[in-house]
């Protein structure tokens, strides 16, 4: 039996940044999703402790793939892949749970996949490596799934580490541990859920990704990483596209914004992040437009509550936001987003405190078995 534990996470800021190659800062959260693998007789079973019944396939390559539920597809798209990649991948159980919420923009689904790419890699010997491991997580989600994610999350739940924020360039898939511990100076992270329903979150998402790979086409540039924020007006004086405008505007900034950001940590000024956090959201909200109004709501209450800073974090609309908040104020910072909610008409958000956490590890694996 071998079983891996991978997280969820949070993006610290760095949105939509990371399909431009450019630069993001997550960090790993204490929940996760757990995959335990063992062999068995016929078959690839799968069973999910978060949905009813046993989805059973019989081994086959991507092509020959046979109709699963939605979140069966996450697990069984390593399996796909590996056997087009001419692996042997015998008859087995997997069996996942996770205790990650779905649909909050926290990464479930790149903890379950995570977890069971790991879980794999280590119950067939695969010796993957990190580069490996990442580069089949991300294409489940992008080959088997068929979500054009940029691989933020995967890299997050992968490599996080404790008391770090994941400084990633999506260029070259690099990833730096920076130091981020809020509490030392008294502060915490605050997560709203906002449980907003995704309207239309995956077309949009497609959509905002294809825009920007446009826009990089027609400044003639590989990607909009490639565009200095000193060269961004003449960039968008090019371009005579109102909404391709905003976009450049959004990426450009927020690249700068995440590279300031990794420059207040290492300068242990983490107070100083409050004015990048919300500088992200207006930009989310004004130039990406991928934020919706129980978010934007719950980014004000925030700040008239007593953060330092307040952002969406995830993909949009709908999901997450976090705010920086002083640890005096977390019980102000609550009331103020729960009042505010009810006032607008929303249902009840969801708030917690989340720090950084382990990436994916191996609980039951053959080295701790002694074989
Ligand atoms: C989702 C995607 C990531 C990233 C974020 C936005 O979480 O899975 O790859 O693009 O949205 O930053």
């Not at 739940?157 to 260029?171: P, T, W």
């Not at 969406?312 to 002083?326: A, K, N």
């Amino acid at each position: 039996m071998t079983r891996w534990i991978a997280p969820g996470r949070i993006n610290l800021i760095g949105e939509h940044t990371d399909y431009n190659d450019g630069f993001v800062l997550p960090f790993a959260l204490e929940v996760g999703c757990t995959a335990t693998l063992s062999p068995a007789t016929e078959g690839w079973s799968v069973t999910s402790a978060q949905a009813p019944g046993e989805v059973v396939v019989q081994p086959s390559g991507l092509a020959g793939r046979e109709q699963v539920p939605d979140w069966a597809a996450y697990v069984l798209g390593a399996l796909w892949l590996l056997h087009d990649d001419g692996v042997e991948v015998p008859p087995m159980r997997i069996e996942v749970d996770s205790d990650v919420p779905t649909g909050a923009g926290l990464s479930s689904s790149a903890a379950l996949v995570c977890s069971v790419v790991c879980a794999l890699d280590d119950h067939l010997g695969l010796g993957l490596g990190p580069d490996g491991l990442l580069a089949l997580s991300r294409r489940v989600e992008n080959d088997a799934v068929g979500a054009p994610t940029g691989g933020m999350d995967q890299l997050a739940s992968l490599r996080g580490e404790a008391g770090h924020v994941l400084f990633c360039d999506m260029r070259d898939l690099t990833a730096q541990s920076v130091p981020f511990a809020p509490a030392d100076s008294g502060l915490a992270v605050l997560v709203v859920d906002t449980r907003a329903p995704h309207r239309h979150a995956d077309g949009e998402y497609a959509a905002r990704r294809t825009g920007c790979e446009e826009a990089a086409r027609r400044l003639g540039v590989p990607a909009l990483r490639d565009v200095a924020e000193a060269d961004l007006d003449d960039a968008l004086s090019r371009l005579d596209d109102e909404e391709l405008e905003r976009y450049v505007r959004h990426v450009v900034t927020e690249d700068a914004r995440v590279l300031a950001a990794v420059e207040v940590l290492r300068g242990g000024r983490v107070e100083d992040l409050g004015p990048l956090l919300t500088a992200s959201h207006a930009s989310m909200r004004d130039d990406f437009r991928i934020t919706v109004p129980e978010v934007d709501t719950a980014v004000e209450a925030l700040l008239a509550s007593g953060a330092l800073g307040a952002r969406m974090t995830g993909g949009g609309f709908g999901g997450c936001v976090i705010g920086l908040v002083p640890e005096a104020a977390l019980d102000a910072a609550g009331d103020g987003v729960r009042r505010a909610f009810a006032d607008a008409g929303f249902g009840d958000p969801a708030l917690f405190t989340a720090a950084p956490a382990a990436g994916a590890r191996a609980l039951v694996s053959p080295d701790i078995r002694g074989n």
